[in-house]
């Protein structure tokens, strides 16, 4: 079956461009997370969605981050005015329920010039 | 404040040895623990994950254990073989739904 994907797989802007990532998670999933690993910071977590309730933004670094989920579904993680240390992999994760296994998906590698 | 680590950053055994990797987490309050494996340039692959209530899980070669109270878990993976190479991460979930993760072991099993 198909698992967690994401778009693009790479995304190369200028500083202070706005990106958005996208995230489809596994189908029927209730949960969505997104998380940030990079060489100084390991992998961190960013955002989290559960159904219908208001999302966990406990991990958003600054308010240029931010991120929705529609229908339920598909998430777009928004970041605006780019800064090179927003240079990273972006990954996404859903799980059935909040206490399920999370499943990733490849990742999206930003690099920010 | 949560930290988990992992211990050692890296490791290298030749085929066919057992893989014992370490993951600590400071604070006991969580509600399950979860491994996975990362190869590069991938995103993670879930191995086993272990609710706080369970003393270990098996899957395969693999076998993860969890002693809550003293806060480890340790990841056996049983006759190494070249394709375990990868960096191993684990994972605690200390509040609804938010995974925090150790920095890692990096695997080299060598033919």
């Known amino acids: 079956g198909a698992g967690v994907s994401q778009s693009p797989s790479n995304k190369v802007t200028e500083k202070g461009k706005d990106v958005e990532l996208r995230c489809d998670p596994i189908?029927?999933?209730?949960?969505l997370y997104w998380y940030r690993q990079s060489l100084g910071q390991g992998l961190e977590f960013l955002i989290y969605?559960?159904?219908?309730?208001?999302?966990?933004k406990s991990g958003l670094p600054s308010d240029r981050f931010s991120a929705e989920r529609t229908g339920g579904s598909v998430s777009t993680l928004t970041i605006q005015r780019t800064q090179q240390e927003d240079s990273a992999v972006y990954l996404c994760?859903?799980?059935?329920?909040?206490?399920?296994?999370?499943?990733f998906g490849p990742g999206t590698r930003l690099t920010v010039l | 404040k949560q930290e988990v680590t992992q211990i050692p950053a890296a490791l290298s055994v030749p085929e066919g040895e057992n893989l014992v990797l370490n993951c600590s987490f400071t604070?006991?309050?969580?509600?399950?623990l979860q491994w996975f494996r990362q190869d590069p340039g991938k995103g993670l692959t879930s191995l086993l994950l272990?609710?706080?209530?369970?003393r270990e899980q098996t899957s395969g070669r693999l076998n993860a254990s969890l002693d809550k109270s003293s806060g480890r878990s340790t990841l056996y993976i049983a006759a190494s073989q070249p394709g375990d190479s990868a960096t191993y991460l684990c994972?605690?979930?200390?509040?609804?739904?938010?995974?925090?993760f150790g920095a890692g072991t990096q695997v080299v099993v060598t033919p």
């Open positions: 994760a859903s799980s059935l329920e909040p206490e399920d296994t999370q499943y």
């Open positions: 604070d006991s309050a969580i509600y399950n």
């Open positions: 969605f559960q159904g219908n309730s208001a999302p966990d």
């Open positions: 994972a605690v979930r200390t509040s609804w739904g938010k995974l925090q």
């Open positions: 189908s029927g999933h209730t949960a």
């Open positions: 272990i609710q706080s209530s369970q």
